[in-house]
């Protein structure tokens, strides 16, 4: 029995190794968060900083804790920091909320309408995208929260080259490209130049940023929120892959320089762990406001979107109601000519 008692001490140090390896690996990257941040200015404003020194502020938000059994909701808020000044904070490009039920495994994909016009605490209201501007992360939760309803725990900063990062290192996405993509501007330089053919296509982290980006139809951020939300699917999925998991410790190093996050370790480690049990494939997208709620304004000669929040509150609940719902079970023809499955004989 020797060979065994070797096979098995063997195999329990490959695992503590490879338990120390991704530990290490989610410390390390979780570590980092310590470091300055771009929304340090929000904590001491400097004498000028964007938009002005009175209205840059840092506003409360007691984060909700995570017990690991209740709901949990991570804004995800993506930013255009080119040709930004020193202390300048981009308003956020892209919000999402990724909403996780840890008893039933649904998740759900919000996309929040950057031009939805919402009341943001201690600023009276403007665009939900200046939220971040206007007080960081915390405000943007807090913004988004009370707008949703949602107790917001997380947020995961990022921004162009992050992305452009995640999607290298997972080796690219096979998408379908549904239709021609073309758009040129001066002002971003040619290597922001948008240029896609429609049909599969094997997307690298550029590619990638030039579907998510694409806006110029006549939907414009409508259909590019559905197809952010739908591309993030994707990459859920490829994160999924086995692959993908060997791989975990070096994506992270990767894409490490280009995140923040109010995630610790071990919320980390929790939260990955309960993304990798809910399926991709079954993430519910879903735009906020829906286009039956919201209303097209014009404040101060702009062009908004407003909703009532008590109804978009309302429409998210349903739309857990209806991801928890049991499936109707599809009619037997032997159960029809028998009269019914539950129907028995009457003697």
């Given amino acids: 029995m020797t060979w065994l008692k070797t096979a098995a001490i063997t195999f329990v140090v490959l695992t503590l190794g490879v338990i120390g390896y991704y530990g290490y690996s989610f410390y390390i990257f979780a570590d980092d968060r310590d470091t300055p941040s771009r929304f340090d200015i929000f904590k001491d404003p400097p004498v000028s900083s964007l938009p002005s020194p009175e209205t840059v502020t840092e506003v409360e938000y007691e984060t909700p804790k995570w017990e690991g059994t209740d709901r949990v909701n991570v804004l995800l808020l993506g930013g255009d920091s080119r040709g930004l000044k020193k202390n300048e ?19 759900h994909l919000f996309s929040l309408l950057r031009d939805t016009y919402v009341r943001i605490p201690g600023h009276g209201s403007e665009r939900i ?6 007080g960081g992360p915390k405000l943007a939760m807090r913004t988004a929260s009370e707008l949703t309803g949602l107790n917001i725990q997380y947020y995961v900063y990022t921004d162009f080259e992050g992305f452009v990062h995640l999607i290298d290192e997972i080796g690219g996405i096979d998408f ?14 040619p290597e922001y130049d948008i240029d896609l ?35 993030m699917t994707a990459v859920a999925q490829k994160l999924q892959t086995t692959g993908s998991l060997f791989r975990l410790p070096q994506i992270l190093a990767a894409i490490d320089p280009y995140i923040e996050s109010n995630l610790t370790v071990a919320e980390m480690i929790k939260l990955g762990a309960l993304g990798f049990e809910a399926k ?10 829906p286009s039956n709620l919201l209303r097209e304004e014009s404040v101060g000669g702009a062009s908004v979107l407003t909703v009532d929040p008590d109804d978009l509150q309302e429409f998210i609940a349903e739309s857990f109601a209806k991801a928890t719902a049991p499936t109707v079970r599809e009619a037997d023809p032997k159960d029809a000519a028998l009269g019914g499955p539950d129907e028995g004989s009457d003697g």
Avoid at 129 to 134: E, K, Q, R
Wanted: proline residues 4%; aromatic residues 6%; glycine residues 4%.
């Fill in 89 to 107: 904070i981009p308003r956020s490009d892209t919000m999402m909320i990724a909403s996780i039920d840890p008893v039933t495994k649904k998740a």
């Fill in 176 to 189: 379908e490209v549904e239709k021609d993509m073309r758009y040129t501007s001066r002002a971003d330089g």
């Fill in 129 to 134: 995208n200046s939220a971040i501007v206007l």
């Fill in 280 to 289: 991709a494939n079954q993430v519910a997208g879903v735009q906020l406001p």
């Fill in 197 to 231: 053919k429609a049909g599969m296509q094997h997307m690298d982290g550029r590619t990638a940023l030039q579907y998510v980006r694409f806006r110029h139809d006549a939907l414009s951020d409508f259909a590019r929120t559905e197809r952010q939300r739908n591309f």
